[in-house]
């Protein structure tokens, strides 16, 4: 009966997605090499942040210009934002497929000039490339998966790409560690994203493009042989007859009117799935989640763990939990459905800021007193605004590393990190007088409550991966219609990579001038806001094909049951 969303296959879906291996291979292969742009896209995403600490040493001028070391970490995202707004173009006018392999080309251009760059002008160059290939594989990789998946199991294969991506940004963290004390360093980091690259375009050179495209292009035949090696023969007749439907009708509608911004927004379907589309990706970026994954690291040491090894250590666990949360997408994406994974997910994701909220006050409020004591032991290194200063007894630790003429560090007490400590000016030398890495804090204080901020920053991953890491990526591929699925996408896309690069350069602005508890208590309203949104805004797309999709997109309005069936409509629906 078409139309119906049968609940009880739901449960075996994800059974139903491993059983391909061995009843339809052909769809898995399709998935998983597509599936290597998530790879890509996680990996470069995430190899810069360890990447950053070994070219600040090979070019000095990088290391004394702080507009250089965030030119290259964010010429990438920049990058990604043309490459996702043009993607969207070329998903349209030359296919999924095609787009695929100029990212590959793109991705694997961008490696090479990263590792043989003789300077940070070259490397920025390279890092642009490699941006543009990230951003039209963020969105294309999953809209090739959905295109060419059974509807049952659609949600399963396109969150393979979202483990894929976050399994690329835990690879980014092992391999920071292993080439840490290779010649080169920094290059091998970064060039070796170009293998997975030339893997994939070689896979995509024998694989088809989406039939989903190629029926809209008017090469019927060719879709046809495609969706028959797709579905089972009891099925494929019916999808080739929707498809057709969904065809016919879109060409009816659009006459010879070309896309545009107004024929967008005139459209009803397109109007409302651009709402829920985009909204999901801007709120994705705004809970924080790239904070977490760009200054991991920082984050652990703001919580009071001196140790660079053990801040790198630390954040490759959250990169291990955000691709756990993936797995756990996998298996719930077609059983429990988009909606409910994200409400779950976001409610999880605002618990958890709020615990890092508490915890970054409890921190900041607690901090250890500096000791005049201990700070006349080491009279040559004072910090000179605490030797300055008119009330020095009531200086802490906050207070100290808040000094900027020139900046000052905090040396802990020999005895007990909680004990009164020394403020210090913040040098190579007085790290090594001061105890070792250990002892020595620029980021955060000593504190009883890291460990509290450690659980915050896992359940915050756990709760935000299996939702609101997939489920927007998910939704976005299925929720237009065909017409204008490519444009749509890559405007999804592009305002995801936008939301990136406001949080990403203003996470460190902002803990600077409000403080650290009151940065994450923001994301955790914002959190709130997204929950919100989903009730209102967001259908329930389990199970649906894609064309019944745009019938419920076209019949419903924008109320607070707008996802729900109506039983006007079920009723309709069991009539035919």
């Known amino acids: 009966m078409e139309g119906v969303v049968h609940t009880g296959s739901d449960a075996s879906a994800f059974r139903e997605c491993f059983s391909l291996t061995w009843k339809n291979p052909y769809v898995l292969r399709l998935a998983f090499s597509a599936g290597i742009g998530g790879l890509l896209f996680g990996y470069d995403t995430g190899v810069i942040s360890g990447a950053l600490l070994y070219i600040r040493n090979d070019f000095k001028s990088v290391d004394r210009h702080t507009v250089l070391q965030e030119s290259i970490v964010s010429m990438a995202v920049a990058g990604a934002i043309i490459g996702a707004a043009i993607g969207g173009w070329m998903n349209d006018r030359f296919g999924r497929r095609t787009t695929i392999l100029i990212a590959d080309f793109l991705f694997f251009v961008g490696a090479v000039i990263m590792a043989s760059a003789p300077g940070a002008p070259l490397l920025i160059v390279g890092r642009v490339f490699v941006g543009l290939g990230v951003g039209m594989a963020s969105m294309t990789s999953p809209l090739y998966i959905s295109e060419a998946s059974p509807a049952k199991i659609r949600g399963a294969l396109v969150s393979t790409n979202g483990f894929l991506i976050t399994g690329g940004q835990f690879l980014s963290y092992l391999i920071n ?40 292009k008017g090469r019927e035949e060719e879709a046809k042989v495609i969706l028959r090696k797709i ?8 999808e080739i007859q929707d498809l057709k439907e969904s065809v016919e009708a879109e060409i ?5 009117a070309k896309i545009n911004i107004m024929k967008l927004l005139k459209t009803k379907t397109v ?35 001196a140790s660079n090894r053990t801040a790198l250590l630390l954040s490759l666990v959250t990169a291990g939990l955000n691709a756990l949360g993936s797995i756990v997408s996998i298996y719930f994406i077609d059983r429990t459905g988009r909606k409910k994974l994200l409400l779950i997910s976001l409610f999880g994701v605002a618990i958890s800021l709020g615990l890092l ?9 607690h901090a250890p007193m500096i000791s005049q004591v201990e700070t006349s032991r080491f009279s040559n290194y004072t910090c000179p605004d605490y030797s300055s200063a008119r009330n020095p007894g009531s200086w802490d630790c906050m207070k100290c590393l808040k000094a900027s003429s020139p900046d000052c560090g905090f040396c802990a007490s020999p005895t007990n990190k909680l004990l009164p400590g020394a403020c210090l000016l913040s040098n190579d030398t007085v790290k090594d007088l001061c105890h070792g ?8 204080c000593p504190s009883n409550f890291g460990w509290l901020a ?8 756990i709760s935000f991966s299996p939702g609101m890491g997939t489920a927007p990526w998910i939704v976005n591929s299925e929720i237009y219609p065909l017409r204008f699925r490519g444009v749509c996408g890559g405007i999804a896309a592009t305002a995801n990579w936008i939301s990136n690069l406001i949080v990403a350069q203003s996470f460190l602005s902002l803990t600077e001038a409000i403080g650290t508890s009151w940065t994450f208590l923001i994301f955790g309203v914002i959190s709130v806001v997204a929950l919100l949104f989903v009730i209102v805004y967001v259908p329930e797309t389990k199970g649906l094909p894609i064309e019944e999709i745009e019938k419920m997109l076209e019949t419903r309005t924008l109320h607070f049951r707008f996802w729900e069936r109506s039983h006007r409509s079920d009723e309709k629906s069991q009539a035919v």
């Open 454 to 461: 450690l659980i915050g920053l896992a359940l915050y991953i």
């Open 252 to 256: 009816k509608e659009e006459g010879s």
């Open 231 to 238: 579905y089972p023969a009891e099925d494929v007749e019916k």
């Open 271 to 305: 109007r409302r799935g651009l709402i829920a589309g985009v909204g999901l990706q801007v709120f994705q970026q705004f809970v924080g989640i790239n904070t977490v994954m760009y200054y991991g690291p920082t984050i652990v040491q703001l919580a009071g763990f």
């Open 357 to 365: 909220a508490g915890v970054f006050h409890e921190t900041t409020t």
């Open 437 to 444: 890495e250990s002892r020595w804090y620029t980021r955060g």
């Open 177 to 216: 560690l292993a080439f840490t004390k290779a010649p080169g360093t920094w290059r091998w980091m970064l060039g070796i994203a170009g293998l997975p690259a030339l893997v994939q375009f070689v896979l995509m050179l024998f694989l088809p493009e989406s039939p989903r495209w190629l029926y809209r």
